[in-house]
Each structure stands twice: as C-alpha cells, then as structure tokens.
C-alpha cells in the first residue's frame, strides 16, 4: 500500500480542520473520556456535571488506514508533528471551535471545544491522569456538550468513542508498497501498524 504524507497550507482557506465528529469508530484508534456523573473526580475544577469529553484529535506520526474509492488501491496517511501542531492552530483562528458532527453526518449544536493543547511530555501530560497514553506532540481537546440529549443518548450509551476531524489537507506521497524494508520511521511506524491490524484481523 502507499504511504501518504497530509500537510496543510496556512495561506489557503480551504484546507484544515473545519469541525470535530463525534464518531463511534475513531480513525487515530485513541478513545475519548467522558468527564461527567459517571466520571466525577479526576480533575479538582471539574465537577460531575460539566459533561466534558477529552480526547485526542490528531497523533502525529501514526500511519491511519483509508479505503480507495472505486477502482483505487487502500492506502495510508499520516500526518507530521509540525502539521499536526499548525492544524491546532488554525482550527482556533478560523474560529470553529463550536463546529460539530455526529459521524460526519448530522450537524450538533451546543458543542464547544474549550480547551487545546499540544502533549509536550506524556508522562506529565493531563491526558496522563486520565488513562489516556498519547505521544509527543499529540492533538488534545476538551469539548463542552451543553445538550443533555446529546450527552445522555450518545455519550453515556456509549454510542461515541472519539473524535474524527473535517476538513481538507494537501497530500504527498512518501512510500510506495510500505511491505518493503525501508528505513524511514514513519514507514517502520507503518508497518508495525499494518502487522497489528492483520494479527487483530486473523484473531477475530
């Protein structure tokens, strides 16, 4: 399969994130928490009824499978820490911190990412607190879900998992049939990643 490198360009409108999905099936396999009554006291300054979702939205350097359309072969992506921090930023000066999806299909209200940061030191990191192991580098949002129904029917049913972005990315392409031996890491990251997919898949 190829390898493909997503960059963004800060000087073009169209490309970045434009909202965040809840979604039940993650692309970056990195589940959110749900900081709510169920959850009530991992952090002093949230209490139980804040209904906040934490999670990772981008993780740089971790290849994520996608399906060709009609008569094209699968492939992988990825995105670099460098993109991964410049998307962060843009999403914020683009204002669409209130943008939100159910599973990229039906628009929600009442979503806020309120908080954003870039994981600097995992083992330090806030996520760390909260069972959430994430690289160097690491996309990490709070989210504000002001509709109880939202938060009832999909959250606490856990009917969502994490995040997924929207939005639009410029691509390279680095590797081509990522079977072979080459050196680049974030092809050796790849491969390890396809090798854990086909074990997952023959275990089922």
Known sequence: MNLIELIIDEATEMFGVHALSLVSNPAI??????????????LAEVSPDKQILMGAVLIPDKPIFRQGSKGQEDYYVFFSEDTVAKTAEMFFKRGNQSNATLEHKDVLDGMTVFESWIVEDPEMDKSKKFGLNVP?????????????????????????????????????????????????????????????????????
Not at 29 to 42: M, N, T, V, Y
Not at 160 to 176: K, N, Q, T, W
Request: glycine share 4%; charged share 35%; net charge negative.
């Open 29 to 42: 396999q990195s589940d959110f928490i749900a900081l709510g009554d169920e959850k009530p006291i991992l």
């Open 136 to 204: 160097k580098g690491t996309w990490m949002v709070s989210m504000k879900v002001d509709d109880k129904e939202i938060w009832d029917k999909y959250v606490k049913n856990d009917k969502v998992f994490g995040f997924s972005l929207e939005g639009r990315f410029a691509d390279i392409l680095v590797a081509e049939n990522v079977e072979q031996n080459f050196s680049d890491q974030i092809v050796d990251n790849a491969l390890e990643n396809i090798k854990e997919i086909l074990i997952n898949h023959f275990k089922e």
